[in-house]
């Protein structure tokens, strides 16, 4: 298993199960210089995330099948390996309090959609780095 | 009710009249999805064109979900549904079909049966004008 405290790393994991988002996340992310580990549920996300904690960030939809983008984040937030990893969360709702639950459960980021590529790469400039 | 059928509104010679553009209007915002483009990218117009690709595959198995959850009464599956193909829909621009799929999912747990198929019928007429306005667009950026 990968150490966080040592490694910088460029890999992002990405969770949506709409292949438009996925796609489009994929590819702001590489353009960013980062490399995109893309699936496409929270439950594959969550199975990635038990073996490996080698992520410079996460992007979850908050709406998926079998494992939502909140309860990921609630998982990492409780293992030490992951507790630092930042995560962005994406969804098409707009609803305050869901923002304020998301924040609440240790999400670094919140973006609705529909949003633009150059909101998503200000965001992925302004991440704080995990060895912080 | 028939499951819609992508290839049957494909344009078939070339670029849409003019006529028929004004008609389509509003069915995608073309700021929206113009600002998907990325300067710092020399493929631009080609991810613009694989997401227009992923977007019709797609929405067309979830209009057919739409349909199926509408049919069997099925209001939770309807609102998941929804609730994807909105995301999406907005994302490319598509904000009426987006403006339904809301419409959708804000229906009661157990709508009257009229209401429900009014707007399913509202989404699908809003999805063939999406359907020929990317095949357009599309057309525009592999021309």
């Known amino acids: 298993m990968l150490s966080p405290a040592t490694i910088s790393s460029r890999r992002v994991l990405i969770a949506d199960d709409d292949p438009v988002m996925r796609r489009l996340v994929s590819s702001i992310v590489e353009g960013e210089g980062f490399t995109a580990v893309a699936v496409a549920d929270g439950r594959e996300a969550f199975k990635i995330l038990q073996s490996d904690s080698d992520f410079r960030a996460g992007i979850f939809d908050m709406m998926m099948p079998h494992l939502q983008g909140l309860d990921i984040i609630r998982h990492m937030r409780t ?46 400039r302004i991440l704080p780095d995990r060895k912080s | 009710m028939s499951q819609i059928q992508v290839t049957t509104y494909k344009t078939q010679e070339g670029l849409l009249h003019p006529k028929d553009r004004e ?21 631009e ?19 057919a979900a739409i349909q199926k959850a509408v049919r069997g009464a099925e209001w939770l599956l309807l609102k998941r549904v929804a609730h994807n193909l909105e995301g ?16 959708l999912q804000c229906l009661d747990s157990a709508p009257p049966i009229e209401r429900s198929r009014t707007l399913l019928s509202r989404l699908e007429v809003e999805f063939r004008r999406v359907l020929i306005a990317f095949a357009a667009e599309r057309e525009r950026r592999v021309a």
């Open chain 1, 79 to 124: 293992e030490k390996r992951l507790m630092r990893v930042p995560v962005i969360l994406i969804t098409a709702e707009s609803d305050f309090s869901l923002m304020s639950n998301s924040f609440t459960a240790g999400a670094t980021a919140f973006l609705q959609k529909p949003f633009t590529t150059e909101q998503l790469r200000n965001v992925l």
């Open chain 2, 45 to 63: 117009s080609d991810l613009v064109v694989e997401l227009i690709d992923l977007y019709v595959a797609d929405a067309s198995s979830k209009m």
């Open chain 2, 23 to 43: 008609l389509l209007g509003d069915a995608v915002d073309l700021d929206v999805l113009h600002t998907l483009d990325d300067p710092q990218n020399a493929d």
């Open chain 2, 88 to 103: 999406s829909s907005a994302t490319l621009g598509a904000k009426q079909m987006a403006v339904l799929c809301r419409d």
